[in-house]
């Protein structure tokens, strides 16, 4: 059983910054490609961006690209979202999760469903 904890999120002004962590249980976080999503009220969950098992490679949603950027430290067992220039529309609950397949070098990430454990989120609230 893998468990997920997130923790960074908070209240920040508009053009602020935020870095979220996510800290994995087990031995074998680095096999996993790693993502992020969030949920704001009233909205459905949308993809926010991704980083595959290697941390080589990552992936935006366009609403969020040049803005955040994910990495991970596999010795540590935590993936990393720093968003940066924050909007009120960024305002959400932020879940990481562990993509499906290990060693998954693929292109598909965007998809909730590709993904098979999530934490419990954490809140990210901007002011304008």
């Known amino acids: 059983q893998v468990q997920l904890v997130e923790s960074g999120g908070g209240l920040v002004q508009a053009g602020g910054s935020l870095r979220l962590s996510c800290a994995a249980s087990g031995r074998t976080f680095s096999r996993y490609a790693m993502g992020w999503f969030r949920k704001a009220p009233g909205k459905e969950r949308e993809f926010v961006g991704s980083?595959?098992?290697?941390?080589?490679?990552?992936y935006y949603a366009d609403s969020v690209k040049g803005r955040f950027t994910i990495s991970r430290d596999n010795a540590k067992n935590t993936v990393y979202l720093q968003m940066n220039s924050l909007k009120p529309e960024d305002t959400a609950v932020y879940y990481c999760?562990?993509?499906?397949?290990?060693?998954?070098?693929?292109?598909?990430?965007?998809?909730?469903?590709?993904?098979?454990?999530w934490g419990q989120g954490t809140q990210v609230t901007v002011s304008s």
């Open positions: 980083i595959n098992w290697t941390g080589g490679s990552t």
């Open positions: 999760a562990r993509r499906k397949n290990i060693y998954y070098s693929g292109d598909f990430y965007s998809d909730v469903n590709e993904y098979d454990y």
